[in-house]
């Protein structure tokens, strides 16, 4: 695909929808209960769909059986760095939450999958592919019933529900882990998709950003996002040092194809992803905090941590 095309695509998919969210908010032209509903109609339709048909394709080849795992090991280094330090940062539940959601996502998908793009060409597109399948499942399985953890954790004694298995892991908003089950299954089954599914994904994908990145954009409040800013700049040195830095150690000692250690490089490196708003949002946590981890971690990214990182790569393919 051309790098021009490419560059359309993140302006329409990432940019475009976000912007047309926040213009949506400030001239009131869609509710708070319709946002909702995109939301919603994200995760159970078209997150169970896309889960379901990627899966059933998943190449099976031994050397990539690890890639992955990459998805669960980028999000466990940050989650866990950033666990530490919240400990005292924040007094509220719904804060601390949505911190530790903006920690644990990244924005591999989309700005990912271009960077890396750009640099290696379609098999990098294709290994970010692989990781952000388990990526997917960090947010559903784990950041999902850890929101609703700090949602019940906040609401006062009166309100406040029992938090059971059932309650967390076995509720709707899990059903793209069973579409992710049933995808597997097919693919190991031996069970060929067919064409004219593989013809729809395309199209899935773009309506999967719309309706994610328009609420996204809907929930970005910049007057309100002012007094986070500052509490969010420890992200930077964990999202940009501590994540790429052990991200690639790990990778090291699995993998030899430089392409694929440049691709998990970078896909170790991205800013916060906009699915932490999405998640404060269905879960009713802290949107500002959200909000301000991705416009402060994706500015210092596009500005100096991937012209860095493209320099670097660029100039040791060169020397080798």
């Given at each position: 695909m051309d790098v021009k095309l490419k560059l359309l695509y993140i302006f329409m998919d990432l940019l475009l929808p976000l912007m047309l969210g926040y213009f949506f908010c400030r001239r009131k032209y869609l509710s708070e209960k319709n946002?909702?509903?995109?939301?919603?109609f994200n995760i159970l339709v078209i997150s169970t769909a896309l889960s379901i048909l990627s899966f059933w394709v998943l190449p099976l080849r031994w050397e990539l059986i690890w890639l992955p795992f990459?998805?669960?090991?980028?999000?466990?280094?940050?989650?866990?760095?950033?666990?530490?330090i919240s400990k005292n940062k924040y007094d509220s539940s719904l804060e601390k939450g949505s911190y530790l959601a903006s920690a644990i996502l990244s924005n591999i998908g989309t700005l990912g999958g271009l960077c890396a793009y750009l640099l290696f060409g379609e098999a990098a597109f294709a290994y970010t592919q692989i990781v952000s399948l388990?990526?997917?499942?960090?947010?559903?399985?784990?950041?999902?019933?850890?929101?609703?953890?700090?949602?019940?954790?906040?609401?006062?004694?009166?309100?406040?529900?029992?938090?059971?298995?059932?309650?967390?892991f076995l509720n709707r908003n899990q059903l793209p882990v069973v579409g992710l089950v049933v995808g597997i299954i097919l693919c190991i089954s031996g069970v060929p998709r067919p064409v004219f599914l593989g013809v729809v994904f395309d199209p899935l994908v773009h309506i999967a950003a719309w309706t994610a990145l328009i609420p996204a954009g809907y929930c970005i409040n910049f007057s309100g996002m002012k007094e986070y800013y500052g509490t969010t700049l420890d992200l930077l040195p964990i999202k940009f040092v501590i994540t790429p830095m052990l991200g690639y150690l790990v990778a090291r000692e699995f993998f030899n194809d430089q392409v694929l250690l440049g691709t998990i490089l970078i896909l170790a490196s991205v800013p916060t992803g906009i699915n932490a708003i999405v998640t404060a949002r269905l879960y009713g946590l802290n949107l500002h905090v959200s909000g301000a981890a991705f416009v402060v971690t994706t500015a210092v990214f596009l500005v100096l941590v991937y012209p860095i990182l493209f320099f670097w790569i660029t100039m040791n393919s060169l020397v080798h």
């Open positions: 946002c909702d509903r995109m939301i919603t990459f998805g669960i090991l980028l999000s466990f280094i940050p989650g866990a760095t950033a666990y530490l388990f990526q997917n499942l960090v947010l559903f399985l784990f950041c999902f019933p850890m929101a609703q953890y700090y949602r019940q954790k906040s609401d006062s004694s009166e309100d406040k529900q029992k938090l059971t298995f059932s309650t967390m």
